[in-house]
């Protein structure tokens, strides 16, 4: 696999404590903005100090990306020269990265920003990356410049238009019920076009203050707020959290509390949760031991939608890295289907688009290993000024087009929302 490279000499990397309780976002110019938000606390970080682009996989076994990407991180991270005077999960140098869906897609990337500004349990820091001992980033210095609002909005179709999405999931349907496979998740996008370049900020400004409970992220372009945590690690502690079964939210208490009724008390919906429970489970299993898993799912209830949830815990084993599990991880059935290689099959087939880095892994991994990474949900391709919104549902036997048509709109609200001044 060739592989776009651009590894610096040697890194001199510093972390200090910061007396700063403003909000993350307020340190973040426009310009290569990264996020990893949830409930006020996580990442910013901008300036590139290192950056890896993946070209599509030949072989597309999906392998090959994550293990060029684990040796390009253990090539900066061991050759860096790190003085860390805060030491938790996320100081020192931060490594920001998203991987596209499909191996056979391009542009997995990872990016080592040169400033990093983190809050954790009410701890503030500042990092820097620097080409030399002694030397300071100048974007530390960038003069901050008012965020700007999006404006006004020329909204037009994706790929398939809803006639079309809706035959895809009917054919997804017949195909279930054929017997090809138990489940596949369908998505579609939706395109947005500014009058001028979109500013990440404003849209980050809105999703945390929204989906405060979901990771806001920004990442090489892709923005947007997921629920969905594939991984999150702290030393050998392994915590996931798995999505799938979803219901809108009701105007009133009352249909509030019909929906989430209605959601865990359907079959079907158990059913594909199920699926993504054990495949999850089953992933894990080689890399982790001690894994846990309720034996109920919850109900997690965002601003848009409610979900059927399972927080997983598992302790890493000696050995194993962060990057490891997101790789056995991906695809899992909640953005896949199970059994997974009729689903990507399936998908290549009906969807007719690339989804690019949506519904791939997106999170951040320190030096330590520590990290959290998500699936890209919720989430937009900001390019100057044009969006591509992406929103995808969980196609079972029992499915219906109608009501996955709108439970895709009630996803695609998420950045919509955020896109809206
Ligand atoms: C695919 C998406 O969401 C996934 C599909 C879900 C479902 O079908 O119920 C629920 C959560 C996510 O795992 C998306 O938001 O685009």
């Known amino acids: 696999m060739s592989v776009a490279l651009e590894t610096p000499q040697q890194l001199t990397v510093r972390t200090v404590a910061l007396p700063d309780g403003r909000d993350l976002l307020t340190h973040l110019p426009e310009r290569t903005p990264l996020a990893w938000i949830r409930r006020g606390e996580g990442l910013v970080a901008w300036g590139e100090a290192a950056r890896l682009t993946l070209p599509a996989e030949s072989d597309g076994s999906g392998a090959e990306r994550f293990r060029a990407a684990a040796h390009w991180l253990s090539a900066i991270m061991s050759g860096a020269d790190i003085d860390d005077a805060v030491g938790l999960p996320g100081t020192g140098p931060v490594v920001f990265g998203g991987f596209t869906f499909d191996p056979g897609s391009p542009d997995s990337t990872l990016v080592l920003p040169r400033v990093i500004v983190g809050r954790r349990g009410g701890r503030t820091w500042l990092t820097t990356v620097c080409d030399r001992p002694g030397a300071h980033p100048s974007d530390i210095l960038t003069a901050m410049t008012p965020v700007r609002p999006v404006g006004p909005l ?156 399972s927080p997983v815990r598992a302790t890493l084993l000696p050995g194993a890295s962060t990057l490891d599990v997101v790789a056995a991880m991906h695809p899992t059935a909640a953005v896949g289907g199970t059994p997974t290689a009729t689903a990507m099959r399936v998908i290549r087939e009906l969807e007719g688009m690339d989804r690019g880095r949506y519904a791939g892994p997106v999170g951040w991994v320190d030096a330590h290993g520590n990290g959290e990474w998500g699936i890209a949900l919720r989430c937009a391709e900001i390019e100057g000024r044009r969006a591509r919104l992406f929103a995808g549902c969980g196609i079972v036997a029992g499915s219906d087009p109608e009501a996955e048509l709108a439970e895709a709109d009630s996803k695609f609200r998420v950045m919509r929302g955020a896109l809206t001044d």
């Open 154 to 309: 020329h909204w037009s179709e994706g790929t398939l238009s809803t006639p079309e999405w809706g035959d895809a999931v009917a054919s997804a349907v017949a195909r279930i019920r054929g017997g090809d496979l138990d489940k596949v998740v369908l998505a579609r996008d939706a395109h947005a076009e500014a009058d001028s370049d979109i500013d990440a900020r404003a849209l980050l400004a809105r999703l945390t203050r929204d989906y405060a409970d979901c990771y806001a992220f920004s990442v090489a372009g892709m923005v947007g707020a997921t629920p969905e945590l594939l991984i999150r690690r702290e030393g050998d502690a392994v915590t996931s959290l798995v999505l799938a079964g979803t219901r809108p939210r009701g105007a009133t208490c009352e249909r509030d509390g019909e929906l989430a009724a209605e959601l865990t008390g359907s079959d079907k919906d158990v059913e594909e949760h199920g699926y993504a429970v054990d495949s999850l489970r089953e992933t894990l299993s080689p890399l982790c031991s001690a894994i846990e898993v309720s034996e109920e799912p919850e109900l997690l209830r965002l601003a848009n939608v409610q979900h059927l949830a």
